[in-house]
């Protein structure tokens, strides 16, 4: 059964940083396109950044450019999100997807597989 977990959330002053972790099993992370997607209240789901099935591409929203580096493990079937710099804005639940065939794209519409989220929230 294919599952994708996240990890890593949690609260965070502001200019603090955060590791999200994403946890795949009953499949190989190196078939899939992998992305990080967020949800504010109120607001619809977004692409914060994404990564190749070679990893050798990835991108990134532009509210998150500079700041945000994903990466993957392939030993470990995980992929990660480091954030820094973080900001009231970037409050959201956090979750990672599988998208297979790669589309190139890092919209939620072409991610079929989807973990549970992670609540992220930058507050003082």
């Known amino acids: 059964q294919l599952q994708l977990v996240e990890s890593g959330g949690g609260l965070v002053q502001p200019g603090g940083s955060l590791r999200l972790s994403c946890a795949a099993s009953?499949?190989?992370?190196?078939?899939?396109?992998i992305g990080w997607f967020r949800q504010a209240p109120g607001k619809e789901r977004e692409g914060v950044s994404c990564?190749?099935?070679?990893?050798?591409?990835?991108n990134y929203a532009d509210s998150v450019k500079g700041r945000f580096t994903i990466s993957r493990d392939i030993a470990k079937n995980t992929v990660y999100l480091q954030m820094n710099s973080l900001k009231p804005e970037d409050t959201a639940v956090y979750y990672c997807?599988?998208?297979?065939?790669?589309?190139?794209?890092?919209?939620?519409?072409?991610?079929?597989?989807w973990g549970q989220g992670t609540q992220v929230t930058v507050s003082s």
């Open positions: 997807a599988a998208e297979t065939p790669s589309t190139g794209k890092c919209v939620s519409e072409t991610y079929d597989y």
């Open positions: 009953g499949f190989a992370l190196n078939y899939y396109s």
């Open positions: 990564i190749s099935i070679s990893g050798g591409s990835t």
